[in-house]
């Protein structure tokens, strides 16, 4: 029983660090996309192949217009995945936690 209580535990630990990267991946996601469009918005006046340019670190390079709108779009796709991972990890979290309380109790139960 406790081998097995142990396993959950682990699960349960693994499900909650996972739960919580992938969070933080989806909040980036997030901010990047409310950046790209505010960027989009700013630029609804330019002609769609104008040359703009894009801060990387300490540089700006050079991009199109539309590489920002393939940015939107590959990061909407990015936090869809990342959502059904998420739920996947609450819903593994959830599970194992039950286990957690059916084993304790049946732990209990037997003492």
């Given amino acids: 029983m406790d ?3 142990k396993e959950i535990q682990d699960k349960a630990l693994d499900a909650q660090q996972q739960y919580r990267s992938v969070s933080m ?6 901010r990047q996309n409310k950046m790209n469009q505010l960027t989009l918005r700013e630029l609804s006046d330019i002609q769609k192949d ?7 670190g300490k540089i700006n390079v050079d991009t199109v217009k539309s590489s920002i709108d393939k940015d939107v779009k590959s990061n909407n796709e ?3 995945a ?3 991972k998420l739920n996947y990890y609450e819903t593994t ?6 286990h957690i ?11």
Avoid: C, F, H, P
């Fill in 3 to 5: 081998k097995l209580l």
């Fill in 25 to 30: 991946m989806i909040a980036s996601k997030e």
């Fill in 50 to 56: 104008a040359a703009v340019y894009s801060g990387v």
């Fill in 78 to 80: 990015d936090v869809e």
């Fill in 82 to 84: 990342l959502k059904k």
């Fill in 93 to 98: 979290l959830k599970n194992a936690t039950e």
């Fill in 101 to 111: 309380v059916r084993v304790q109790q049946a732990n209990n139960a037997g003492n």
